[in-house]
């Protein structure tokens, strides 16, 4: 009986003490609310509709203006003078320009045969082509494959050379930067570059280097990416919709009105002459192709964007490659803007135009405002309104501007339109790691310069027999597959998604249990190929 009795009164001490508890936290909530949170929210509201609308304006102006170029403008070989190559009868092949191809490379067991073999293949006359192999491999056996390859491909009278450096100080920009200053580049004119996983057709280098040759004011002629395993997974094709729409609308524009763009980093040509004169190859970001294009910008240079020369080039099918090369790609253009910022307001060799097209465009609403918005409006701002029915979000900021946005965005791959609501799905999760690393280089925190190169597979996966037998070791599983950020906001979206069903009256739960789904699948990992280590 005494026994029955304690229980008893632990268990409704218990109980009393949770409901009182309970009673307190409920207590704190409402006296916060009103003064601190509400207000707090109104006002993160407030920014985040500005900031949609500054990137909705963005958008629809470059929609503009990409129709009026498609239908007004005149294609680039009658904008600028274009003649083809051709071999002179008294000075024969002479009359070709010298131009040096690098291939900077990192450990590239599956691509290195297939990029190497594009680059000498290019339809260039070999006494006028130099081949470059920048190898920063650290794997003995990949360095050993590599040289071989190289030395096949001379043995067949191509002019190509293998270089190797002690460290991989500076990464891809101390090797581009270490393999312009050899003695045998100093004849070079044109320097092309392309990626380890980048396939040229034989054709590139005559499509592209007569707008150099007969146009002095031109740096850098860019190609377009095409990729050969769009179709792999579904994380190739949300890939290629955010691609695509990069390369048909964003570079395009910045070429026909302003003659400036973002150097893609390979698929093109550069004179040698305008990167010397930029200062060449910086390491301070990890975006050391873009810091070369603003500051050759900013010299007076032009680019040249051509829709129509396609390089081939492999999508990262991996979610683990995904991430780090997002990180890269946000961490870095940040990072940039933070170091380059006051340069661009004090040059004086570009107008004011460009100036507003380079600070406000490119930089501030493509590479911090575009992240921010997706992230915070999104993910974090419409599921916390849902537990403060007093901050009311506009339907119109929360459902019609997104849509035409979205919309907007999905002109460059019309054939993946069905996919356009898993795309948005997708974005928002990676908008979290976007968002994480713009911070990072705003701040310059710890990983702003944390380069991690990413991973080709090139014909691997179709190798099943391979894949079978390789086994992916215990301790990747929770570093490589588990991604507990991911998985925290998940449960917090499954908070404010079930509050909204017991007390909401919106319908906004609909759309926060589907992100929920996303962000869980993202963090198990999921996305993408899995591949064993």
């Not at 070791?473 to 017991?502: K, T």
Request: aromatic share 14%.
């Amino acid at each position: 009986m005494a026994e029955v009795s304690t229980n008893a009164l632990s268990q409704d001490s218990f109980q009393g003490t949770a409901a009182d508890i309970a009673g307190q936290i409920g207590l704190m909530w409402e006296l916060i609310k009103s003064p601190l949170i509400v207000p707090l929210l109104r006002f993160a509201m407030y920014i985040c509709l500005a900031m949609e609308l500054m990137l909705f304006i963005e958008r629809l102006y470059m929609g503009i203006v990409i129709i009026l170029v498609k239908l007004f403008m005149k294609k680039p070989e009658k904008r600028y003078t274009w003649e083809p190559m051709r071999e002179d009868l008294e000075i024969g092949n002479s009359s070709f320009p010298m131009v040096l191809v690098q291939i900077p490379m990192f450990n590239e067991r599956e691509v290195y045969k297939i990029s190497i073999g594009a680059a000498c293949n290019l339809s260039w006359p070999s006494d006028r082509l130099v081949i470059q192999v920048l190898d920063d491999s650290t794997d003995p056996l990949i360095k050993d494959l590599v040289e071989k390859e190289c030395l096949r491909w001379a043995n067949k009278g191509i002019n190509i050379r293998y270089q190797i450096r002690e460290n991989r100080g500076g990464y891809k920009a101390g090797a581009l930067k270490e393999g312009l200053k050899r003695d045998y580049v100093n004849d070079c004119e044109y320097v092309v570059i392309f990626d380890a996983d980048f396939r040229p057709e034989p054709d590139f280098l005559r499509r592209s280097i007569p707008f150099l040759v007969h146009n002095s004011e031109i740096a850098l002629v860019q190609g377009r990416w095409r990729f050969v395993n769009a179709n792999e997974c579904l994380l190739t094709r949300m890939q290629e919709m955010s691609l695509d729409y990069h390369f048909t609308v964003e570079q395009e524009v910045g070429s026909s009105t302003h003659a400036f763009f973002g150097f893609n980093g390979t698929g093109g040509v550069w004179r040698i002459a305008a990167i010397n004169e930029a200062g060449g190859w910086k390491d301070r970001t990890t975006v050391e192709d873009m810091d070369l294009a603003v500051r050759a910008s900013l010299k007076g240079w032009k680019f040249l964007y051509l829709g129509d020369l396609q390089v081939k080039s492999e999508l990262p099918s991996t979610f683990k490659a995904f991430r780090f090369q997002q990180h890269r790609w946000s961490c870095g253009p940040a990072n940039l803007f933070r170091k380059m910022v006051m340069e661009i307001v004090r040059n004086k060799r570009v107008n004011i135009w460009k100036k507003f097209y380079v600070i406000y465009s490119f930089f501030f609403v493509r590479k911090i405002i575009a992240h921010m918005v997706t992230f915070f409006f999104f993910c974090v701002l419409l599921p916390l309104s849902l537990l403060v029915p007093e901050v009311e979000v506009p339907i119109w900021g929360a459902i019609y501007i997104p849509c035409i946005i979205t919309t907007l965005n999905s002109v460059g791959t019309p054939r993946s339109i069905h996919l356009l609501f898993y795309w948005i799905l997708f974005e928002n999760v990676m908008a979290f790691q976007r968002t994480k690393a713009t911070f990072i280089g705003l701040l310059e925190a710890k990983r702003a310069n944390e380069w991690v190169v990413t991973e080709k597979l090139g014909d691997a996966l179709k190798n099943k027999e391979k894949t079978k037998q390789t086994k992916k070791p215990r301790g990747s599983l929770f570093g490589d597959r588990i991604l507990p950020q991911e998985l925290g906001f998940a449960v917090f979206l499954f908070f404010c998604g079930c509050y909204d069903v017991l007390y909401g009256k919106s319908q906004y739960f609909l759309y926060i249990f589907l992100q929920v789904i996303s962000f869980t699948i993202a963090g198990f990992g999921y996305i993408g190929t899995i591949v064993p280590s």
